[in-house]
């Protein structure tokens, strides 16, 4: 099932490395602590950040162009006008939704980005003609072996070459390891005991997730752990080798061939950090990053939920429950949290929610389903619905997830249903409670997420509710109009614009266009590029505003083109392009954004693209030509869904009941606070609009 595809994983341990830093205690065998495995992307990795969460996680600046972008923009010629820029809604909004509006809220929900194409890509950019299409040859390893291979050091974002040995071959692994300063081989028994266990892994997480892809591009039937000296994968001395921060990861580009990929070598492997080696902390690591390779056999562009979430759960069933459980109850500490984003800041909640979301998925679907789900290449509620629809069961995706939301307040007590079960050792999530009315609250909660208020008193309550109709894609609106043309923002995918324009007819060109990004800097790429042989092959074009000129922009070298966008340009900037070169010609041009397998920010977005000089002015208020794929012509704001859920007790057990709001998402609903048998009611308010990272706003207010 090998599809070329491309996933890395990281395990980091954040280690205590001074007092003023907020960082997590060095991993025991059996840690008490959580074990950080952050995911880096394409073959590069994020080196583990030790600052907590912000409530708007930062996104990394992008080095300052030359010059700074013009404030304004060139007037077009007589007789073409831009539309003028839509008005910004309330906070409150309590305006009607658009025809245009409800259409966006249509696309980002159901126009899934394309998973990125590799093979396509290096044709596209890098001038790869053919792959070899005979089967490998496997190599018959021995014990005693070295060679090279490339591995990534995670603090400086850079790759090396050192020798590694192979000491020790399982059933299913080989055992490298590093000869370079600051590691120690390990005696026979301790290889022995880790092959062994190492084997039990494999053959458990397949039982559960289905297979990786083997024999794979090696054409062998074992995988193979490198295990790297610490010198070697972090910005570290020997006299300092115990601060390295990374526990492993496992590299999808080492799944790709080195014509597609040159940093790759072609085998699927793990890169461990061997200092820990024999301890129940490296196992722990290992079915996690397992778990992970399995992934990348089967769909690489999922949700950061449904993939780090799925490797957590790894992790429990294989034995290994402390630290998914003590990530959970991170989460279920502060629940308003997003779960359709991933961040660049503290992770350890994220992984915490996506395993708490799994471990319920795997008690609700049973083992059989959710093998299926695991395996599924729709996407996260995608593959809920298509689930449900090839197995006539009566659920959705999001009906699943508010399922899941009432779940982590009511699980622990033994009368709720076995609908809302979770698992031993995870807390019920934080709530605020409320003993005064009246009360009112003026408050946002993030998308895919929920607050959750408890109830305290006797008698009857109203409560009256008023959500916002609106809420932002992006922190800036339309350049001008009212909509603009937005890359929908996935794990490893490829967006793209795409237009024909015929340039025969005329001696010179320019294009011309505004773009506003929040892209992850360093690891994510937008490109602007052309092609002359009918897209065929496509060469970068050049925007004084982009990035390129700065080492930190990419310093893995794995951008496409010389130039690109990355980073964030905090709000529109305007470029002007010189087209000359190709006029005489029919080109193509295209607009492309390339993600890699973890954290995506607000993506990318164009507008007033225009070539005056074929008087072609495109302000994205109709389709104008382009093919879209992952892009969709998108409104400032999208529609704000809600949901209310309202827990209260019947003969002591708890009764999850929606409340119904009305279409301008306003409720009125009348209760009880007395409690039969059970525990106080929970009022529990949840907010569902695609793709934006934008909270919710809402006002709440509940009578007597």
């Known amino acids: 099932m090998h599809n070329w595809k491309r996933w890395l994983s990281l395990a980091l341990i954040l280690l205590l490395a001074a007092c003023t830093q907020d960082l997590e205690p060095t991993p025991t ?132 070459a050192p020798d590694f040995e192979l000491l020790h071959i399982s059933d299913h692994a080989y055992f490298w390891f590093d000869t370079t300063p600051g590691l120690s081989d390990p005696d026979s028994e301790e290889l022995a005991t880790t092959g062994a266990a190492f084997d039990q892994i494999y053959e458990e997480n397949t039982a559960i997730f289905g297979p990786e892809d083997n024999p794979g591009i090696d054409g062998n039937a074992r995988v193979h752990i490198v295990n790297a000296s610490p010198l070697s994968v972090c910005d570290v001395e020997e006299s300092t080798s115990h601060l390295c921060g990374l526990g492993g990861y496992f590299g999808s580009s080492d799944i790709l061939p080195q014509a597609v990929d040159p940093s790759s070598n072609e085998r699927e492997m793990f890169v461990m950090n061997g200092s820990f080696f024999g301890s129940s902390t490296y196992l722990d ?107 006539e069961l009566e659920f959705t995706g999001l009906s699943i997830f508010l399922d899941w939301l009432a779940a982590l307040v009511i699980h622990s007590d033994e009368n709720a249903p076995e609908l809302y079960a979770l698992r031993d050792g995870l807390d019920t999530a934080a709530t605020t409670g409320i003993n005064n009315f009246p009360t009112t609250t003026d408050t946002t909660v993030s998308q895919y997420a929920a607050d959750y208020y408890r109830l305290f008193g006797d008698g009857p309550a109203t409560l009256n509710f008023t959500g916002s109709n609106h809420t932002p894609l992006l922190k800036v609106l339309p350049f001008s109009g009212e909509q603009m043309w937005l890359a929908n923002r996935a794990n490893y995918s490829n967006m793209r614009l795409t237009h024909e324009f015929d340039l025969s007819g005329v001696a010179s060109a320019t294009l011309e266009y505004a773009v506003f990004h929040e892209i992850e800097v360093g690891y994510d790429f937008a490109y602007v590029s052309i092609s002359t042989d009918g897209g065929q092959t496509w060469q970068g074009l050049v925007g004084s ?74 302000d994205a208020e109709s389709e104008n030509g382009w093919t879209a794929e992952g892009f969709v012509r998108a409104t400032g704001y999208v529609p704000q869904r809600w949901h209310i859920l309202l827990v209260t007790y019947e003969n002591g057990a708890p009764v999850v009941t929606p409340i119904e709001l009305s279409a301008d998402n306003t409720a009125i609903a009348e209760f009880s606070l007395d409690s039969d048998g059970g525990g106080r009611p929970y009022l529990i308010i949840a907010a569902t609009a695609p793709m934006t990272l934008e909270p919710a706003h809402y006002q709440l207010e509940l009578t007597q």
């Open 29 to 160: 065998a059996a840690p008490e602590e959580p074990i950080e495995p952050t995911a880096a992307p394409t073959d590069t990795a994020e080196p583990p950040t030790p600052e907590p969460e912000p409530t708007d996680p930062p996104v990394e600046e992008t080095s300052a162009p030359t010059e700074e972008p013009a404030p304004t923009e060139e007037p077009a010629p007589v007789g073409f006008e831009w539309p003028a820029p839509a008005d910004a809604y309330e906070d409150l909004s309590r305006a009607p939704i658009s025809e245009a509006e409800q259409a966006t809220f249509n696309d980002l929900e159901t126009n899934y980005p394309p998973e990125r194409d590799d093979v396509g890509l290096a044709i596209a950019y890098r001038g790869l003609t053919e792959l070899p299409t005979d089967p490998p040859v496997p190599r018959d390893y021995t014990v005693g072996v070295r060679e090279p291979l490339l591995v990534l050091n995670t603090d400086l974002n850079t790759l090396s």
């Open 285 to 391: 690591i290992l079915a996690h990053e397992f778990r992970h390779m399995i992934e990348s056999n089967y769909d690489a562009n999922d949700w950061d939920w449904e993939v780090e979430g799925s490797a957590m759960l790894a992790e429990d069933l294989l034995g290994f429950p402390t630290d998914p459980i003590a990530r959970g109850n991170m989460f279920l500490g502060n629940p308003d949290q997003q779960l359709n984003r991933w961040v660049d800041g503290n992770t350890l909640p994220y992984y915490g929610q996506g395993y708490v979301m799994n471990r319920y998925l795997y008690n609700r679907l049973g083992p059989d389903l959710y093998r299926t789900f695991a395996t599924h290449p729709e996407p996260g509620f995608a593959a809920l619905d298509a689930i449900a629809a090839e197995n």
């Open 545 to 618: 505003n982009m990035q390129g000129e700065a080492v930190r922009d990419d310093p893995a070298d794995v951008a496409y083109t010389d130039r690109f966008y990355t980073g964030r340009s905090n709000d529109w900037v305007q470029e002007s392009i010189d087209l000359t070169p190709y006029a005489g010609q029919v080109v193509q041009i295209r607009f492309e954004y390339v993600t890699d397998p973890i954290l995506t920010f607000g993506g990318i977005a164009f507008d007033n693209i225009a070539i005056p000089e074929i008087e072609f002015y495109d």
